[in-house]
């Protein structure tokens, strides 16, 4: 089994800060590509920021200078660096990571989500 467990979220007035974090654990041979994802209320999710292996990154354009995404190979775990937050930042802020496993191939799975509330 895999599990992805996120945690950092909570509430922050805009213009604050907050870290989010992502741990993969279970029987892995490989994470590839890891991801945050977010979705707000009544709208689709969206991605926000992706890291490859080797730690070329990808943001949405609205979190540009934001935000920085991060990961630690060795601890297999997911980090986004969130600041000068925005009331349109709210949402669920959902990790996903391409992981390969014996037997199953690779395949993407998804944390359990973390809530992201800033306050104007």
């Known amino acids: 089994q895999v599990q992805l467990v996120e945690s950092g979220g909570g509430l922050v007035q805009a213009g604050g800060s907050l870290r989010l974090s992502c741990a993969a654990s279970g029987s892995i041979l490989s994470i590839n590509i890891m991801a945050w994802y977010r979705q707000a209320p009544g709208k689709q999710r969206e991605l926000v920021a992706a890291?490859?292996?080797?730690?070329?990154?990808n943001y949405v354009d609205s979190v540009k200078g934001r935000f920085t995404i991060s990961r630690d190979n060795a601890k297999n775990t997911l980090y986004l660096q969130m600041n000068s937050l925005k009331p349109e930042d709210t949402a669920v802020y959902y990790c996903?990571?391409?992981?390969?496993?014996?037997?199953?191939?690779?395949?993407?799975?998804w944390g359990q989500g973390t809530q992201v509330t800033v306050s104007s």
């Open positions: 890291i490859t292996t080797s730690g070329n990154t």
């Open positions: 996903k990571a391409d992981i390969t496993r014996s037997y199953y191939g690779t395949r993407g799975y």
